[in-house]
């Protein structure tokens, strides 16, 4: 349980890390948190020969709200953080809320929500969030400068559409859309486990209180954080009542059809794709409500 | 540019330390087998245990997810450092004393140190609360009930509720 020997730098800016990493490439890895890398490096599944570490860069730990109202998180700010940012809670709740079910505080602490983001494990609530959110992604290395969609961005199990030089250095969350609600559910075998399933909702209503738009991601339910558009434009233009939900819940287990694991069946899962998607649009949807007639 | 030997300076427990470490060096072995400060502990070396819970700029973290070079020019604080140096306990110790929180004591310092935080940014946390903020400690003897009775004590002589 010690990882293999590998060679260190915490450059003092992101054009050397850059600079290094596009001389190492595939032989270098990014070192942010630390949560997610450092276990499998303790267990020898990974043995990079060379570490750069984000954590002495300056000026990288920036949560800023953008003059359209979204916000932009820079790579080191942390899931701790994101917990108590006040910005964020105002301006995305659902971020907020989703944050508290990633670890415990202590792995918190350390771990950063790009780092989570660039791990893209399938059970991680934030994935599903950003997909929720339609976030997007600013990738850097020494030859590019990009922006990626998060509906590009997790093309498989732990596999991103980052380039082997690229880092993600920022992540932006567009402003909700006016009279918006959002809701995070999951459920755990304990407090801090990754999720069994995981739902994040946004919605909004029309000025007749009718479903303008609703996104909901699911997290655990296959090799990336999915959508499911099919619900989505069943409930758009709808009137959110008991019936609708019922459906949408109905509806959300047909169209997301999750694996199954060592802890729970495929179909157990399905049972809480629905359960979940019907207490969170639920909720969203009375939230979107209080929003409009304030 | 790129080292296999790193010089640190961290000050742990108030005292300073100058070590030229290998980058690799967890920070938790740093902590036990070279300052020889054993009270933190070591289970299970990928986060899940808590055993090695210390604190990093007063923020409780793993200290197996952290490679010693990391905590250069940080302040670090163990178990070591909760008592008084005339041996006088730290109020959650005499806590966990008077309300029998542990038996073997593997997962005491983890805990300890979780909750000197925890307390400090929530002095009137309620048992709900309680429980929350132990979810990232494994304890395998006491089934958590001391635990939390002796947290809930702590929370009252240190925060004053009820
Ligand atoms: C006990 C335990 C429980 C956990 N439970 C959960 C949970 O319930 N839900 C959850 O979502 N997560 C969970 N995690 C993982 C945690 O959230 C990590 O913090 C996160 O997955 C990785 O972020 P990090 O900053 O620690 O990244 P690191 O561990 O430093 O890096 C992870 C990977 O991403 C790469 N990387 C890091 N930063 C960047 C970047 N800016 N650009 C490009 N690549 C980068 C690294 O090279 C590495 O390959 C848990 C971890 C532990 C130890
Ligand atoms: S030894 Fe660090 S969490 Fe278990
Ligand atoms: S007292 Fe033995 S593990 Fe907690």
Known sequence: MKPAPFRYAAPRSIEELLALKAEHGDDAKFLAGGQSLIPTMNFRLAQPAVLLDLNTL?????????????????????????????????????????IRFVAHPQIRNRGTLCGNLAHADPASEMPAVMLALGGRFH?????????????????????????????LCEVEMPPLPPGSGT???????????????????????????????????????????????????????????????????????????????????????KHLVAVLTGRALRTAFARANTSASQ | ???????????????HYRRVVEPRLLLSDFIRHDLGLTGTHVGCEHGVCGACTILVDEKP?????????????????????????????????????????????????????????????HPKATEGEIREALSGNLCRCTGYQNIVEAVRLAVSRIGGSS
């Not at chain 1, 801090?192 to 995981?198: L, V």
């Not at chain 1, 019936?243 to 109905?250: C, G, I, M, P």
């Not at chain 2, 197996?64 to 110790?93: K, R, S, Y």
Request: aromatic fraction near 6%; proline fraction near 5%.
């Open chain 1, 58 to 98: 300056p000026d990288q730990n920036f949560i800023v709200e953008t003059s359209s109202g979204g916000v932009r998180i820079g790579a080191l700010v942390r899931h701790s953080d994101i917990e108590t940012s006040e910005t964020i809670a105002r301006s995305h709740p659902l971020a907020h809320e989703a």
């Open chain 1, 139 to 167: 990738a850097r290395s020494a030859a590019s400068d990009r922006w990626i969609d998060a509906s590009d961005f997790f093309l498989s199990i732990f596999t991103t559409a980052l380039e082997e030089n690229e880092m």
């Open chain 2, 61 to 121: 973290v793993r200290a197996c997810l952290m490679f010693t070079p990391q905590a250069d020019g940080h302040a670090i604080e163990t178990v070591e450092g909760l008592a008084e140096e005339n041996g006088e306990l730290h109020p959650l110790q005499e806590a966990f004393r008077d309300k029998h929180g542990l038996q073997c004591g593997f997962c005491t310092p983890g805990i300890l140190m979780t909750m000197k935080a925890f307390i400090a940014q």
């Open chain 1, 183 to 269: 809701c995070f559910l999951e459920v755990s075998r304990r407090p801090g486990d990754f999720a069994m399933m995981g739902v994040a909702t946004v919605v909004s209503l029309d000025e007749a209180g009718r479903c303008a738009e609703a996104r909901i991601a699911y997290c655990s339910a296959g090799e990336t954080p999915l959508l499911a558009p099919g619900v989505a434009a069943s409930l758009a233009g709808e009137e959110p009542d008991e019936t609708a939900l019922l459906n949408a819940a109905r509806q959300a287990a047909e169209e997301i059809d999750p694996p199954g694991n060592v802890h729970l069946t495929s179909a157990y899962q």
């Open chain 2, 1 to 15: 540019m790129l080292e296999e030997l790193v010089t640190v300076s961290t000050v742990v427990n108030g005292k």
